[in-house]
């Protein structure tokens, strides 16, 4: 494969029109929040204090753009070099994805005027673990964006520049490899202060380490899913060798992951409690029903070797540990009486409408900026 | 596929951080709980003597200048002159609730009887919210122990919300620019001698304030009171020479809050079960202590990330070289 080449042609696509209108959509429920409070556009209240724009914008969003640490950490961290032709997308993705994560909770938040107070020393909480999620994420954005630079830079021909930059991007890698780390599993400690409202099946305080190895899982699932994708939909070869051994990596993953999912569910009595037919149990079965599936179809090497199964196994992961997230953040979570909480209409547009926004901004960067690897040439 | 697992697994289990966390049960990471002041103040809610009236709600509107909420609708409402909040919210810092089982006959009873409880901020010892706030915008008065706000600091990311077992603090949904509301004991009216004012307006002395462990003694002494005796109840404060002889309900054998979650300065008694009237049944280890012994545990003191950060840049550079 060659040196990553915009792919070029028309912008504006049909898919490109869509997606752009449901961002605007967005858009303008944003701009009503702003004016009405949050109370007019979601169904947010005291007991459900969190909703779908942490739960899945911030956690589930982030974890799925955790393709561009996975990637950083195999190649970069495990030199891998065999798998660089993959490291670009990811990237891109990741600083979308993440980029997002940090305008929902931008919006998300009360008192949005008042965010930089997180980076005021004297403001500073050092024991809050929303203190560390918050800081860590911020900071993360700026490294993905400088670790993406050189796509700009290449395209602007600015030759001395990207070359400062290369010299010193091993730093950059470091740090975006490290703050992941700290963040992803943070985001999980997250919900080991709300005590007894989480369910104890999910209530553990190894919560920080399932959501790390599962957000890694997710980052291998995630540049798997986009390769497919974006083979299909531009019409380019898949990259069946590449993504075959890449996919080799998730069962030990998900193994590692199902092997302390359960040895801690054990060891405190909860498994029990999964099988109580309740929405709590049947979802948890559901969450680690999907974790089995990839983990069958990609224990085979012939499996392995066909996009068609390695796609399902994608997105069978990505499910699984999104499920884990959405359990983890809301179903799991039960205040007490008499609270409730399902996402409102305009919640749940501002949601899509975000993801849209990526989605354009991914078709848009692919064409103009050298992103994808050249095609091969015969 | 010549990636070594073993090594790959290692890694990522260890990347310096998580290891600890693993393999310890979850009071040996906890932080040692906190302990409360020495000069803690605090209130007591004895739900045996409370009568219902609710002036300690209106009280406590007035003193912190809170506007009335219309949650029953209708021409019955006379167009919402009464203040009548369902619920503690951003505008009701304060809540007197009613249990009724059955007929409703007897004060104090579980069956076919009825009896109050008041709901706000408990104040705790270690509080959850205090330990989750990312700006320092809910604090614990290291001499009073009220937990306190401060609108300057909160950026409204409601993370006390998830944090608080007692569901305490409240956003102002409605509002552009909403804040987090919770009782803070009044502690604007400590300067000029002043104390909270629920207690203050409380006519039957079921509310009272004091020294955190002047009350707790108090409680101790009431929950051992023979039943239909009589006792001289303190009315609005603990040291008040105001009281009014009552008669003794069966309590219950538990202070709710002596215990709960590490201690809170806010102690009740009833008559009841605590759960009939709506409080959680809780551990006696603060949440807190776990969260921030799980953070301490992995990032101590940031010398393992960066221990982990300077691995991370050999290799890296390492990596980088190779390409070139």
Known sequence: MSEPKPLGGKIITAPFLFFSALAVLAVILIIKRFFLGLGAVTNLNDGYPWGIWIAYDVVVGTAIACGGYAMALLVYIFNKGEFHPLVRPALLASAFGYTLAGVSIFFDVGRYWQAYNLFLPWYSQLNSVMFEVAFCITMYIFVLWIEFSPSFMEWLKAKGLKKTVDRLMFVFIAIGVLLPTMHQSSLGTLMVITGKKLSPLWQTPLIPLLALISAITMGYAIVIFEAIISAVSFKRDIETPILSKLSALIPPLIGAYLVVRFGDLIWRGALGMAFSGGLKGNMFIIENLLFLVPLAILASKSNRKNPQKLFIAAVSMLLAGALFRFDLFLIGFNPGEGWHYFPSFSETIITIGLVSLEIAGYIFFVKKFPVLPGAEHA | ?324
């Open chain 2, 1 to 324: 596929m010549d990636i070594k697992r073993r090594d790959f697994l290692k890694v990522v289990a260890g990347s310096g951080l998580l290891l600890a966390a693993g393999e310890s049960p979850a009071h040996a990471i906890a932080r040692p709980p906190k302990t409360m002041p020495p000069e803690a103040v605090g209130l007591m809610y004895d739900s045996t003597i409370c009568i219902g009236c609710k002036v300690c709600q209106k009280a406590c509107k007035v003193s912190n200048d809170m506007p009335p909420e219309h949650t029953l609708r209708g021409p019955e409402m006379l167009d919402n002159v009464w203040d009548n909040p369902a619920d503690l919210s951003g505008y009701t810092l304060n809540i007197v609730k009613a249990y009724k089982n059955g007929s409703g006959e007897v004060k104090n009873r579980e069956d076919n009887g009825f009896a109050f409880i008041q709901r706000h901020c408990m104040h705790c010892v270690d509080p959850a919210c205090v330990s989750a706030c990312p700006v320092s915008a809910l604090q614990k008065n290291p001499k009073t122990g009220v937990v306190t706000y401060n609108k300057k600091a909160c950026i409204g990311c409601r993370y006390c919300q998830m944090a608080c077992p007692f569901l305490i603090p409240k956003t102002e949904w409605d509002s552009p620019f909403p804040q987090i509301r919770k009782c803070q004991f009044c502690d604007h009216k400590f300067a000029e001698g002043g104390y909270s004012a629920c207690a203050e307006s409380c006519p039957t002395g079921a509310t009272i304030f004091g020294p955190a462990k002047d009350l707790l003694q108090e409680a101790k002494r009431r929950v051992t009171l023979k039943p239909d005796s009589y006792y001289d109840y303190p009315v609005q404060r603990i040291d008040s020479r105001h009281r009014l002889k009552q008669k003794v309900a069966p309590y219950m054998n538990q202070i709710y809050g002596e215990k709960e979650v590490g201690g809170t300065q806010f102690i009740m008694l009833a008559a009841l079960p605590f759960d009939k009237l709506g409080l959680p049944e809780l551990g006696d280890r603060p949440d807190a202590a776990l969260s921030e012994g799980i953070q301490h545990t992995l990032y101590k003191g940031m010398i393992a990330p960066a221990v982990v950060l300077a691995g991370l840049m050999f290799a890296a550079y390492r990596s980088t070289k190779n390409d070139k």
